[in-house]
């Protein structure tokens, strides 16, 4: 997926509207797991997520066509971190960072640059044995 949401986190960027809305739109139709070895209520969990994931579209096409959030985030980059609550803040290292990172690239069907970073998937992840 060039130009996508995944492409701008591998960079370090924020995405515009278009590469959230095919984001999205990937991510709609391409379920993470076999939908045909579902029961029921999993299917019906595929589809109001997917419900949902339409929904965040809609509300970037309208609520967001002027990239204001895009902005503010940019924007925010200029703000002294120093001046913002600390407490309750929990340290999180860099090589977590990248291995969350590369877990979201590998769901939207990007690989990390360095396939040494990629992560297993977690033997604790319910659909682990279809992965």
């Given at each position: 997926m ?6 701008c ?13 095919k ?10 797991v076999?939908?045909e ?13 997917r ?19 895009q ?7 200029a ?53």
């Amino acid at each position: 997926m060039n130009n996508s949401c995944a492409t701008c986190a591998d960079s370090s960027r924020m995405p515009d509207n278009k590469q959230i809305d095919k984001t999205l739109e990937y991510a709609i139709g391409h379920s993470p797991v076999s939908i045909e070895k579902l029961s029921p209520e999993g299917k019906v969990l595929i589809d109001d997520t997917r419900d949902i994931l339409e929904t965040l579209r809609m509300i970037v096409k309208e609520k967001n066509a002027d990239e204001l959030f895009q902005n503010g985030v940019w924007a925010s980059y200029a703000g002294d971190p120093s001046r913002a609550r600390q407490d309750g803040v929990i340290p999180v290292s860099t090589d977590d960072v990248k291995k969350d990172a590369d877990q979201g690239l590998l769901y939207f069907g990007s690989a990390p640059a360095d396939e040494s970073r990629r992560a297993p998937p977690s033997p604790h992840h319910p659909f682990h044995h279809q992965l």
